[in-house]
């Protein structure tokens, strides 16, 4: 039965590791050289760390440790959630702050996986994960499909130029060659619009949970022995406040110094 999440707050110990820490434990644990918590940002690590705690669930053989662009970056955290999917795990995966390299966002991540990957089996490290061997299986296997792949394409050309060669007709493998073409492009748009769910996702979780945060503050502006004080007056005045264009915290600025109460001292 897979590990529940963690409940980690903003204010957790977890996110007050260092980024010297992370990656000792990074490196230690996965036998790599990081030299900073960005190089991390493929999401190829994240991967192998779920890989290592929870072992066969991961398709390694898909994780690309190579990955450079946006696109092939952001397929690794598609198989990364996938994992946390299938783990049951609500953590939000911000794709799209991760890939853009920025420090500061994929050490909170990493601090939040290290905290993870402690809670599981009571972070002792499975003795028989050889995490080189696992990198190169799926380097290997990668590399085979497309070694595949090659072939068939020259074996395309090979046999398209013979019939033209022959003086036989031609048109009919050229056709092929165009369908096999279009086919990848519709993989390839396929991906993308995956990519682009994830990042949608993403955006709803964290428009849920702001949301939600707003919607506790307004029940507690509610309660009779609160909703008559100028503070609750103010909070309320930028809760329901209607013209996106104009900022109501000059009046809520406003209600607060208008009221003698709130400054004892000054009075």
């Not at 007050?16 to 996965?30: D, H, K, P, Y």
């Not at 003795?127 to 072939?151: D, Q």
């Not at 033209?164 to 096999?180: F, L, M, T, Y």
């Amino acid at each position: 039965m897979a590990a529940a999440a963690p409940t980690i707050g903003m204010m957790d110990s977890a996110y007050f590791v260092g980024r010297g820490e992370i990656l000792s434990w990074i490196n230690a644990t996965l036998q790599l050289s990081l030299a900073k918590v960005e190089e991390a940002a493929s999401g190829a690590v994240q991967c192998q760390l779920m890989d290592m705690v929870h072992p066969g669930v991961v398709p390694m053989h898909k994780v690309n440790f190579d990955a450079k662009t946006e696109y092939d970056m952001i397929q690794n955290y598609k198989i990364l959630q996938d994992v946390f999917n299938k783990l049951r795990l609500s953590k939000n995966i911000e794709v799209n702050k991760l890939v853009k390299g920025r420090p500061l966002d994929n050490l909170e991540f990493l601090q939040w996986l290290k905290r993870y990957c402690d809670s599981v089996n009571g972070g002792i490290m499975n003795e028989n994960y050889n995490p080189v061997e696992r990198r190169s299986k799926g380097c290997k296997e990668r590399s085979l499909k497309g070694s595949n792949k090659s072939s068939k394409s020259l074996q395309a050309n090979r046999l398209s130029s013979a019939n033209s060669a022959d003086g036989g007709p031609c048109v009919g493998k050229v056709n092929v060659i165009s369908e096999e073409h279009y086919i990848e492009q519709i993989q390839q748009l396929s991906e993308k619009i995956a990519g682009l769910k994830i990042s949608m996702d993403s955006a709803e979780k964290e428009r849920d949970f702001y949301f939600s945060k707003l919607r506790d503050i307004e029940i507690l502006c509610q309660r009779p022995e609160l909703e008559h004080l100028p503070m609750t007056k103010a909070v309320q005045k930028i809760l329901y406040a209607a013209d996106a264009r104009d900022s109501p915290l000059p009046e809520a600025n406003e209600i607060i110094t208008r009221s003698p109460s709130m400054f004892p001292d000054e009075a």
